[in-house]
């Protein structure tokens, strides 16, 4: 029985190899790779980020693969509530107005 540990640690290796040669020089000096510039997040947006990874992390285990369209499904139900509170404010506020 051969080993697969020698092909795994090669394919970690490319794997890791990739991402930092391009963080250590900096995006700019790698020939066919977009240029790339480390902007870090500000104020709350690392908690959201976490909190958002969590959350699928979270769904990912309770539910398996039936998260990722229940997750599309209830983003897209709170999109479309924000819109049309959004909408009725408007339309109240121009009505209001005539």
């Known amino acids: 029985m051969r080993s697969w540990r020698g092909p795994l640690a090669a394919l970690v290796a490319v794997r890791v190899a990739i991402p930092l040669a391009a963080l250590s ?53 709170l999109e479309t509530l924000t819109l049309t509170a959004v909408l009725l404010t408007r339309l109240r506020s121009r009505l209001e107005t005539r």
């Open 25 to 77: 020089a900096s995006g700019s000096d790698l020939p066919g790779i977009p240029r790339y510039d480390y902007a870090p997040l500000n104020g709350d947006a690392n908690d959201y980020y976490a909190a958002g990874r969590e959350l699928i992390s979270t769904l990912l285990g309770r539910l398996g693969v039936v998260a990722i369209p229940v997750a599309f499904a209830l983003s897209a139900t």
